[in-house]
């Protein structure tokens, strides 16, 4: 797939996830902003090169308008942007806290609202992409998942209803549905999973450098479940 001349951002760019669809995005052709909230000198290895913007919090309109302005004046303009920063926790309702549910708003959709908002004056070319990170566990929560998939409905209404509103402007909207991804961080907390049936980082990423691509052009408002073997 070929991302030749395209300028695009990513955001939460330098977790586990985001460092693979930015490696990704630029061995595909493209020119990358990575976009997180830890400082830059906390980047990871393989991002040296990269164009990073660091100790952003895109949950904070502000922040994240500048933050996108910075990537889109850095790149020479912008085509796209991967809304990638999340965060996720496990908590039963019983003894749980309603600060979490806000939490998991915060930084699962606001973060998401705040970029494409950021993002969408600058997305002036045709062809231009917004690609959202939904979960597949959204669809429908089991327990201690409620926070959680909330959120991550909530982050698949939003690339609808923004899908819908860009529908004659050029400019598509879809978000990819993950299960479990075999990360570091999974493997450190579910020591005796299957490891070989989770989706991978990269897997993720090549679906993602689809939808960036010209040949999704008819793809919009799509929720697309990528799930490996679970
Ligand atoms: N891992 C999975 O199994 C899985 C499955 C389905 C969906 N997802 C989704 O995939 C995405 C990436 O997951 P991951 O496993 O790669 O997580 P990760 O390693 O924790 O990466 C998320 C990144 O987003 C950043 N971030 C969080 N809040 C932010 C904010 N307010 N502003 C800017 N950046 C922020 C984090 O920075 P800090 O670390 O400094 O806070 C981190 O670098 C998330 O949206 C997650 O919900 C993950």
Request: aromatic letters at 6%; one cysteine or more.
């Given at each position: 797939?070929?991302l030749?001349g395209?300028?695009?951002a990513?955001?939460g760019?330098?977790?586990a996830?985001?460092?693979?669809?930015s490696?990704?995005?630029?061995?595909?052709?493209?020119?990358?902003?990575c976009?997180?909230?830890?400082?830059?000198t906390?980047?990871?290895?393989?991002?040296?090169?990269?164009?990073?913007?660091?100790?952003?919090?895109?949950?904070?309109?502000?922040?994240?308008?500048?933050a996108?302005q910075?990537?889109?004046?850095?790149?020479?303009?912008?085509?796209?942007?991967?809304?990638?920063?999340?965060?996720?926790r496990?908590?039963?309702?019983?003894?749980?806290?309603?600060?979490?549910?806000d939490?998991?708003f915060n930084?699962?959709?606001?973060?998401?609202?705040n970029?494409?908002?950021?993002?969408?004056?600058?997305?002036?070319?045709p062809?231009a992409?917004?690609?959202?990170?939904?979960a597949?566990?959204?669809?429908k929560?089991?327990?201690?998942?409620?926070?959680?998939?909330?959120?991550?409905?909530?982050?698949?209404r939003l690339t609808?209803?923004?899908?819908?509103e860009?529908?004659?402007?050029?400019?598509?909207?879809?978000?990819?549905?993950?299960?479990?991804?075999?990360?570091?961080?999974?493997?450190?907390?579910?020591?005796g999973a299957?490891f070989?049936?989770w989706?991978?980082?990269?897997?993720?990423?090549?679906?993602?450098?689809?939808?960036?691509?010209d040949?999704?052009?008819?793809?919009?408002g799509?929720l697309?479940?990528?799930?490996?073997?679970?």
């Amino acid at each position: 797939m070929n991302l030749s001349g395209k300028r695009i951002a990513v955001t939460g760019a330098f977790g586990a996830l985001g460092s693979v669809v930015s490696a990704a995005v630029k061995s595909a052709g493209a020119s990358v902003a990575c976009v997180d909230f830890a400082p830059v000198t906390k980047a990871p290895a393989a991002l040296q090169g990269y164009v990073l913007i660091g100790a952003v919090d895109l949950g904070n309109a502000a922040a994240a308008s500048a933050a996108i302005q910075s990537a889109a004046s850095q790149l020479g303009g912008l085509d796209g942007i991967v809304n990638i920063a999340g965060g996720f926790r496990w908590e039963m309702v019983a003894d749980g806290d309603a600060a979490t549910w806000d939490f998991m708003f915060n930084v699962n959709v606001r973060t998401v609202l705040n970029a494409s908002k950021a993002a969408l004056p600058l997305l002036r070319t045709p062809g231009a992409r917004i690609v959202n990170i939904g979960a597949a566990g959204a669809v429908k929560a089991a327990a201690g998942m409620g926070a959680y998939a909330a959120a991550k409905a909530g982050v698949a209404r939003l690339t609808e209803a923004l899908a819908d509103e860009l529908k004659d402007g050029g400019v598509t909207v879809n978000a990819v549905l993950p299960s479990i991804i075999d990360t570091a961080a999974n493997r450190a907390d579910m020591p005796g999973a299957q490891f070989d049936r989770w989706v991978k980082p990269e897997q993720v990423a090549d679906l993602i450098v689809f939808l960036l691509s010209d040949r999704a052009s008819a793809v919009t408002g799509a929720l697309i479940p990528i799930t490996g073997r679970v």
